[in-house]
C-alpha cells in the first residue's frame, strides 16, 4: 500500500529527510498532522535534533507550542535536548514559541536543560529569551534547585548554576519542604556548587 503524504510527512520528519519532509507537504501533508502519540513533525523532529527537517516545517508554519499526549512541544523538548541549534530554528517560528509553557511536571524547557547540565542551552535561552529564571515546577524545583538536586555538582552544573545565578536566580528560593539549593548542595558534598550559592571568593568563575 502507498503511503499517504501524512504518513510520510511524519516519517520523513522522524528520519530528518528534510527533502522527504518538503516533499510530503507539497503532497498535500498538513504541517500540524499527528502521529498515535498526537506528535507533530516538527516535535518529531526535534526530538531527534534534525534542524534542517525542522527548518522546513517551520518555514510552512509548523507550530513551536503544538503539546501531543504526554504535554511536550517542540519548544520545550528543545530543553530535554539541549540543542541550541534547533532553539535558534525555534525561535524564528510564527506563532513564536511560548517561553511560559510547561510540560507534565510543570516545568518550563529551563528546568530540564539545567538538570541535565546543557551549558550552551542554559545560556542562550537565558540570553536570548525572556524565560522565567525563578518559574517553580509541581515539585516546588526552580531550574537553580533541579541543577543542584539532580545534578552531579560537575563542571557542567557548577557552569549552569553560574549562569542562572548571573541571570538573576534566587538562590533563597526553597522546595517545598523548606531546604534551599545551598543546603542541598552541601547535605550532597558538592563544594563547589555550594561556594557559588554562598558567593565566596573560592567559589569558580562563571563562564563567558
Known amino acids: 500500500m502507498t503511503a499517504t503524504p501524512h504518513h510520510r510527512l511524519l516519517a520523513a520528519a522522524r528520519r530528518g529527510d528534510a527533502a522527504g519532509v518538503r516533499a510530503a507537504l507539497a503532497d498535500g501533508a498538513p504541517a500540524e498532522t499527528r502521529d498515535e502519540e498526537l506528535r507533530s513533525p516538527l516535535l518529531l523532529a526535534v526530538l531527534g535534533d534534525h534542524v534542517e527537517a525542522a527548518r522546513v516545517l517551520v518555514a510552512a508554519g509548523a507550530d513551536a507550542n503544538a503539546r501531543d499526549a504526554r504535554h511536550d512541544s517542540p519548544w520545550l523538548a528543545t530543553g530535554a535536548t539541549g540543542s541550541v541549534a534547533m532553539l535558534r530554528v525555534l525561535l524564528a517560528a510564527d506563532p513564536a514559541p511560548d517561553v511560559r509553557l510547561t510540560n507534565r511536571f510543570g516545568g518550563t524547557s529551563l528546568i530540564p536543560a539545567a538538570e541535565r547540565g546543557h551549558v550552551p542551552y542554559v545560556r542562550a535561552v537565558l540570553r536570548d529569551t525572556p524565560i522565567d529564571v525563578d518559574h517553580v515546577n509541581d515539585l516546588g524545583w526552580t531550574a537553580l534547585?533541579?541543577?543542584?538536586?539532580?545534578?552531579?555538582?560537575?563542571?557542567?552544573?557548577?557552569?549552569?548554576?553560574?549562569?542562572?545565578?548571573?541571570?538573576?536566580?534566587?538562590?533563597?528560593?526553597?522546595?517545598?519542604?523548606?531546604?534551599?539549593?545551598?543546603?542541598?548542595?552541601?547535605?550532597?558534598?558538592?563544594?563547589?556548587?555550594?561556594?557559588?550559592?554562598?558567593?565566596?571568593?573560592?567559589?569558580?568563575?562563571?563562564?563567558?
Open 145 to 208: 534547585l533541579e541543577a543542584v538536586i539532580l545534578g552531579d555538582g560537575g563542571p557542567a552544573h557548577q557552569k549552569v548554576v553560574a549562569l542562572l545565578l548571573a541571570a538573576g536566580a534566587d538562590p533563597e528560593l526553597a522546595d517545598a519542604y523548606g531546604a534551599t539549593a545551598l543546603e542541598h548542595a552541601e547535605r550532597r558534598g558538592h563544594t563547589a556548587l555550594a561556594a557559588l550559592l554562598r558567593r565566596t571568593p573560592t567559589a569558580p568563575a562563571a563562564p563567558g
